[in-house]
């Protein structure tokens, strides 16, 4: 069995990257705090790799390891949130990023309807209120909610 440490690391740097080089179509400076962010999670999954792969003995005694349910989960989890970044252009922010919370939710397992919607609809709007409001950074226009203009 591999650590979740190895497997979550290799995970978080593709996506850290990924965000990294998209960030770079923003422009105007909306650019800075994505890749900054993603910079520092690139150096931090970095870091857990190393420790996790080649200082085993650092590793916290009694961290997990990942059995098939746990790759398959983790796999399901990575498809989906590639299938979200495909979908937020020709979607729209908000409705892709809801539906990405509430589906990655339910594919971890995580069954309290009613917290996981109002949380979703909740951190969907402070973020969009964030990026539109405080960075003035334009949001793609959302099919779902553009409907009720």
Do not use: Q
Not at 95 to 122: E, P, Q
């Amino acid at each position: 069995m591999v650590s979740k440490d190895t497997i979550s690391s290799i995970v978080v740097f593709l996506f850290s990257l990924s965000a990294y080089v998209l960030a770079a179509d923003f422009g105007g400076g909306a650019e800075l705090f994505p890749r900054g962010l993603a910079i520092l999670m690139m150096v931090a999954s970095a870091a857990m790799f190393l420790r996790a792969v080649f200082w085993p003995l650092m590793v916290p005694e009694g961290t997990p390891k990942m059995d098939g349910i746990d790759v398959r989960r983790t796999a399901a989890c990575v498809l989906i949130t590639i299938v979200y970044v495909a979908l937020i252009v020709p979607v729209g922010f908000a409705t892709s990023s809801i539906a990405f919370i509430i589906v990655i939710a339910y594919a971890m397992g995580y069954r309290n309807h009613l917290a996981l919607w109002l949380t979703a609809v909740l951190f969907v709007s402070a973020l969009y209120l964030l990026f539109v409001r405080v960075f003035h950074t334009p949001l793609p226009e959302d099919i779902v909610f553009g409907m009720f203009h």
